[in-house]
């Protein structure tokens, strides 16, 4: 046994353990099991073990520890829960107390109890803050963090950490406080969520998560029609996307970030501005028809054509929005009918804004393209009633 080779060791034990049943001295009860945990019989190293595991002293400590091993690898987590736990709570052999802390914190975050892992992770980051396992702790506190989705919680104890953090945490805070912030904006709650943006920025572990961060700040602006600040914030984040080198996980912040800008610049008349965004936009390899924008990016890029009085190409991107039969083809249809009068082709005009009117009486464009009939009948000398 002194010399580790426990697999002699053992039929030497047996034949004491045989010979002296119920008057095995705890120590050697102990050896025993642990002789056998190191060979893989954990079926009698559980039995060995747990006689003395009850033991309130540094023996005891270390039989329910290694009693913790042998019912892990025997798939009996729950009980294992109970050994590690015993271990952990004894004062004398802090090595041992610590290691059983954290199998403790691990056992219960693959039986999903994630409030308790978070508390005991929490109490061995504050008794044990020069451990070597800091990595792995941080690890499994931020994962669990994640995964519990109280983020207002997660945020108070990482903030009271502060300067101790250290990246593995402060880069769980960037994404903690995103996280946070998107809840309160999905909820209507905007000034609430901008602080929260603010701290996920000042930690930009994350290229792409700082690029969202920016993003989402550009929507809340303008949602608030804050428009020289959502441009700010819109093309902070294409930066930051683009720096990050344009990774598969950054190009939808990219993409995002060209809508967002076009339609801020569109919203103050900067069409002009706009155009380039919009053009981008669609000419990115990562657009598709499929896309919830594509085509309302389509119309407004060809609303900035009709205001540059391109007629020719405004027409051009009303007409990909009819002919895919978008959601919003009744503007489509409406634009092209305006553009068509403008161009002097009164009769093809005439026949785009009836097929508005056929298709969709109820449209929220009908009354403007009945109107638009009425002047190009007036244009053609054509007042009757």
Do not use: C, M, W
Request: cysteine-free; aromatic content about 12%.
């Amino acid at each position: 046994y002194q010399k580790q080779d426990y697999k002699q060791a053992s039929p030497y034990f047996d034949q004491y353990a045989a010979a002296h049943k119920g008057k095995i001295e705890p120590s050697l009860q102990y050896k025993i099991g642990y002789a056998d945990y190191k060979q893989g019989d954990y079926k009698n190293a559980i039995a060995n073990l747990r006689a003395v595991a009850a033991r309130r002293d540094s023996l005891g400590q270390n039989a329910a520890y290694h009693l913790g091993l042998s019912y892990l690898q025997a798939n009996q987590k729950p009980q294992a829960l109970g050994a590690f736990d015993a271990a952990r709570q004894s004062p004398l052999d802090k090595t041992i107390a610590e290691q059983a802390a954290l199998k403790y914190a691990q056992v219960q975050y693959e039986l999903g109890n994630l409030p308790d892992v978070i508390t005991a992770l929490k109490d061995f980051r504050k008794k044990y803050p020069r451990s070597k396992n800091q990595p792995v702790v941080d690890q499994l506190l931020s994962d669990s963090f994640l995964a519990s989705t109280d983020y207002a919680a997660a945020l108070t104890y990482l903030e009271g950490v502060g300067d101790e953090r250290g990246e593995k945490l402060n880069g769980t805070y960037q994404r903690i406080a995103y996280a946070q912030a998107a809840t309160l904006y999905n909820n209507g709650q905007y000034a609430e969520a901008l602080p929260l943006l603010d701290k996920s920025l000042k930690y930009p572990q994350d290229d792409a998560l700082r690029a969202a961060a920016q993003v989402l700040r550009g929507e809340i602006y303008s949602v608030g029609q804050q428009y020289p600040e959502a441009i700010t914030a819109y093309a902070a984040a294409a930066r930051t996307a683009r720096e990050g080198g344009v990774a598969a996980d950054e190009t939808q912040y990219v993409q995002l970030a060209r809508y967002g800008l076009g339609y801020a610049y569109y919203n103050t008349k900067q069409y002009d501005k706009a155009q380039p965004q919009f053009k981008a936009y669609l000419a990115d390899p990562a657009a598709k028809p499929a896309d919830p924008n594509y085509y309302d990016t389509t119309l407004r890029l060809g609303d900035t054509y009709y205001v540059a009085k391109d007629y020719q190409t405004a027409l051009a991107q009303y007409d990909k929005v009819i002919q895919a039969n978008a959601p919003d083809k009744d503007y489509a249809y409406y634009q092209k009918g305006v553009t068509l009068g403008l161009l002097g082709r009164k009769d093809e005009a005439a026949s785009t804004l009836s097929t508005l009117l056929k298709a969709n009486p109820n449209s929220r464009y009908a009354e403007q393209a009945v109107f638009q009939q009425a002047q190009l009948d007036f244009q053609a000398g054509d007042y009757g009633p």
